[in-house]
């Protein structure tokens, strides 16, 4: 009997899951599951202990929902990626693997990876499938068939694809014939880990759907008016769901669409699918500018700034020690939960960057280090966004002011006083310059006291952004 292997990475469902279905066609096959944890890549890459909390109650109910289909999981722990090679051609061979399946992953190396993989089983039968994403990249270009460097136009052609061909949603593998054991050993990771929410995070596939299924009927009308205010349970909360694919982009496309039929249309449910489209173009653009995985900037002349030093201001800026509220506010939120905000990932980026001028690669590893939807094209998107140093970025001389952003979008404080218990007194008109407050009324706070003068930075930042662009 044939016997095809299914390597799960980052796509950890059994609904809507391409390479899954494509294995399960035939009823005539044997089919197994294989995960492979590559310890020391994942501390090279600081992943988050409350991502590997999630990726763990992920496999375990992936592993409850294939043996139900009669599909064995195999985890197996590796060091590295070149020790992935290893393993998996050693489970194909011990189990007479005959075709294997997999999603592809588009970061530089990965994809090296894979190339590896199918190079050491050219024996056998490997099949790729763009499942992480709506449409592959590539299926999105100029006409001059280049990737796009501009979301806008992206986005527009992104849409006309979509409006011509929409992608459909595969249904999960039916019962195989083979029973399996009704109690499983429970999967283990040798890796850090940090509990997480579950009241906010899906602790599983079923419950992702229903969350989806949630916000798509009761909340996506109200996300345009909603998303910028952190006070305000505003968002989906699926990033991390979307980041291991516990959820397909196109689950989220359809259960959309059925609530918001006119949301490709630019009626309800059009913002949230342009965020959707965001996480698309990184994608995209890390499959034609491999570069970003390495941490280079787009724009090659930003390497010449000259960035600052100062541990001391990092070491603020990390355990939201500034003295700016929503700063600290927000990396709070982030040091508790794992997760934070769009619109404070936004402001703590820019005030790292551009208020401390630290390298934007410090953000962007501390935020994996912490985040349970760490995802490094959204990640390194967003970091090289706020810092301009990337595609369609921010222009450089645009600085967010971190006292009128927390004024536009906390305005009454209630984020604020959430996450700084010491500034729970603070009235609301001094919520966002407590010192000057509390000078004025001679009273001594428990909270530092602004780490930089925003004025100052912001010309020092802009002068030496100015001065590396000199340079090129
Ligand atoms: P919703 O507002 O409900 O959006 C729905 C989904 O769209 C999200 O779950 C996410 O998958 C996607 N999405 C939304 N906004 C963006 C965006 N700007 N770029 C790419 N995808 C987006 N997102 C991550 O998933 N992982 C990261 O590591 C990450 N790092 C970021 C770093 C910075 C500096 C910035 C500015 C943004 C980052 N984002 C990242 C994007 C965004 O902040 C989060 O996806 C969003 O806050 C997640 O909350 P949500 O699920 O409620 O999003």
Redesign the pocket.
Known sequence: MASHLVWFRADLRVHDNLALAAACRSSEVEVLALFIAPVKQWQQHSMAPRQAAFLLSQLNALQQSLAKRGIPFIVKPVDDFAASIDAVREVCETHKVTALFYNYQYEFNERQRDAAVEKALSHITCQGFDDSVMLAPGSVMTGNHEMYKVFTPFKRAFLRRLREELPECVNPPGVRTKALPDKLEPITLDYPQQPFDTDLFAVDEKSALVRLQQFCQDNVEH?DTQ?DFPAIDG?????AC??LGVLSPRQ?LQALLKAHPDALEGKIGAV?LS??I??EF?RHLITYHPNLCKHRPFLGWTDNVQWSNDRAALVAWQQGNTGFPIVDAAMRQLNQTG????RL??IV?SFLVKDLLIDWRE?ERY??SQ?I???LA??N???Q??ASTGTDAAPYFRIFNPTTQGERFDSQGVFIRQWLPALVDVPTEAIHSPWTWADKEQITLDYPRPIVDHKQARNETLAAYDAARKLL
């Not at 997760?339 to 769009?342: E, I, L, R, T």
């Open positions: 996300y998303r968002t989906s909360r699926l990033s979307l980041a989220c949230w965020e959707l965001w996480r990184y997760w934070m905000h769009n990932r936004m980026a953000g935020f994996m985040l939807d760490g995802d959204a990640n998107g967003g970091w966004w706020a």
